[in-house]
């Protein structure tokens, strides 16, 4: 015999309602997730709410979108699928990918083609910003496709000055300079306005990845390392605040780590499938969207979420199909 409608009701996950959930912590921001594992792109709201979702069908499984931006005002999102070679800008209401950079599935270095892009910008003048890994450079790409700035030489890693040893991040910053890590030196550089190097930090930290600018005009890097951590650095290179985890809260390879407005640090935690806000006082994780250690696709669970972004509450509606 069949129970009651109430018992027959799907009973809520056990572990996504155990995850941390304090909707404050966010500060009024809903949180775009790159899912890479699981190929999508997700917009979620402190209520862990799934408001917008956007899937790619035309891509391997687990080869995802690495990095996830707005852009546009919000009305846009750019993102790199890194194993995959391109970068791709997605109008939100339609769903429609707009621009393109990159040959599917097809790494190089010659016109029109990369080899695992990461972190791409689209700046305010409408060009797009891209760390080329494997190509070691940085590029600057207008709207018609042409290679308008670069950093670095191509495939050139070590060397010289001019050389970029992998970068895999690229921050754009208000003043008009970029944020640049190196994988292979553990290094983090500022560039000026016209792409000079006036910053070149050696980072405390192994894998450096996606450094971001606080408040206070330190940095903000991930270490992207099993276990993981992420530190807070001036620019003369002292250590003012380092992620120390508490029992069962290690990270594992985060990628990327943002100060939120309030104060809180918002980062992806890869390969235990999660993102967290982190209470930088007291290194206490006061939401997550992910289940520890357990990848899945189902509300509530991401696989290999690679890279995120934040919109203020009110600009966040969208469908969740």
């Known amino acids: ?24 912590a966010l500060g009024g921001y809903d949180v775009l997730i790159a899912d890479r594992g699981n190929g999508r792109l997700l ?6 709410q799934i408001l917008w979702q956007y899937r790619f069908t035309d891509i391997p499984p687990g080869s995802g979108a690495d990095d996830a931006f707005f852009a546009d005002g919000g009305k846009s999102i750019i993102t790199n699928l890194e194993h995959q070679q391109v970068i791709r800008i997605i109008d939100r209401a339609t769903k429609k990918v707009t621009w393109e950079y990159g040959k599917l599935g097809q790494p190089g270095s010659s016109a029109g083609h990369l080899d695992f892009p990461d972190d791409a910008y689209k700046l305010a003048n409408g060009d797009v910003v891209v760390a080329d890994i494997r190509n070691c450079r940085i590029l600057e790409i207008s709207p018609d496709k042409k290679v308008v700035r670069q950093a670095g030489v191509t495939g050139r890693c070590w060397g010289n000055a001019t050389a970029l040893a992998s970068p895999n991040g690229d921050k754009p910053l208000p003043n008009g300079h970029i944020l640049v890590s190196t994988i292979n030196d553990d290094g983090l550089i500022e560039l000026d306005q016209n792409w000079k190097q006036i910053l070149h930090l050696k980072l405390p930290i192994r894998y450096p990845s996606d450094p971001q600018m606080t408040k206070l ?4 890097v991930a270490s992207y390392t099993r276990p993981g951590t992420i530190i807070e650095i001036t620019r003369d290179g002292k250590v003012v605040w380092r992620y120390q985890a508490k029992l069962h809260e290690e990270l594992n390879h985060p990628s990327l780590a943002i100060e939120l407005p309030n104060g809180n640090v918002l980062a992806t935690d890869d390969l235990n499938h999660r993102v967290v806000v982190i209470d ?42």
């Not at 005009?217 to 903000?220: A, E, K, R, T, V």
């Not at 250690?293 to 690679?306: A, C, F, T, V």
Request: hydrophobic fraction near 35%; proline fraction near 11%; glycine fraction near 10%.
């Open 1 to 24: 015999m069949s129970g009651s409608p109430a018992e027959n009701a799907q009973q809520p996950d056990p572990a996504v309602a155990a995850a941390p959930s304090d909707p404050v």
């Open 43 to 48: 917009l979620v709201s402190p209520q862990k």
């Open 217 to 220: 005009g330190n940095f903000l």
């Open 280 to 321: 930088k006082a007291t290194s206490t994780i006061l939401w997550q969207y992910g289940v520890t250690h357990r990848r899945g696709e189902k509300p509530g669970y991401l696989h290999i979420p690679d890279g995120l972004d934040i919109i203020k509450a009110d600009q966040g509606v969208g469908k969740a199909d």
